[in-house]
Nanobody, 123 residues
Framework: QVELAESGGGLVEAGGSLRLSCAAS????????MGWYRQAPGNQRELVAT???????NYADSVKGRFTISRDNAKNTVYLQMNSLKPEDTAVYYC?????????????????WGQGTQVTVSS
């Protein structure tokens, strides 16, 4: 059994900051890529930022220079520091972890999604 617990969302004024966290727990052998995605009402889910096991990062153009993704491998946790927030950043934010996990009589290599956390930026 593997669980992802997201936290850190909320309501903030434009120009403010929030820090999202996503912690994985359970029978985890390894975590490769970690990432954050977001979905606004009426829109498709889109990539925000990713980080590899070696620390290489990638960002959507819309968040470059404002958001920072990081990871703590000892805690199986990925973070998203969001600064200079804009109303257009309002969305449900989801973490996604590509993990190798223990299963009954084997292993599973797959993407795991968090439950989502709401971020609302007021103008």
């Amino acid at each position: 059994q593997v669980e992802l617990a997201e936290s850190g969302g909320g309501l903030v004024e434009a120009g403010g900051s929030l820090r999202l966290s996503c912690a994985a727990s359970g029978s985890i052998f390894s975590i490769n890529a970690m990432g954050w995605y977001r979905q606004a009402p009426g829109n498709q889910r889109e990539l925000v930022a990713t980080i590899t096991s070696s620390g290489n990062t990638n960002y959507a153009d819309s968040v470059k220079g404002r958001f920072t993704i990081s990871r703590d491998n000892a805690k199986n946790t990925v973070y998203l520091q969001m600064n200079s927030l804009k109303p257009e950043d309002t969305a449900v934010y989801y973490c996604k972890l590509y993990m190798t996990t223990a299963q009954f009589m084997g292993v599973r290599v797959s993407d795991y999604w968090g439950q989502g956390t709401q971020v609302t930026v007021s103008s």
